[in-house]
């Protein structure tokens, strides 16, 4: 479920774990390449958002 992108909560819960800590503790290492994934875009929006600023910043000089 987890590698199709159903959320952990909805996990937990179609499971029926106590609580979501318990799936995380479970299966929290299928989604260690998701987390990367979802880190390598966050550092290119940054990248992207910082140039832009850079742009604006020497076109008002």
Not at 3 to 16: F, K
Not at 47 to 54: F, G, K, L, V
Request: charged share 25%; aromatic share 2%.
């Amino acid at each position: 479920m987890l590698a199709q992108g159903t959320p952990l909560h909805v996990v937990s819960e179609v499971l029926e774990h106590a609580g979501i800590a318990i799936a995380k503790d479970t299966y929290g290492h299928l989604m260690e390449g998701e987390i990367r994934d979802v880190d390598d875009q966050i550092s290119t929006v940054k990248r992207e958002m910082e140039a832009a600023i850079d742009a604006t910043s020497a076109t008002c000089r």
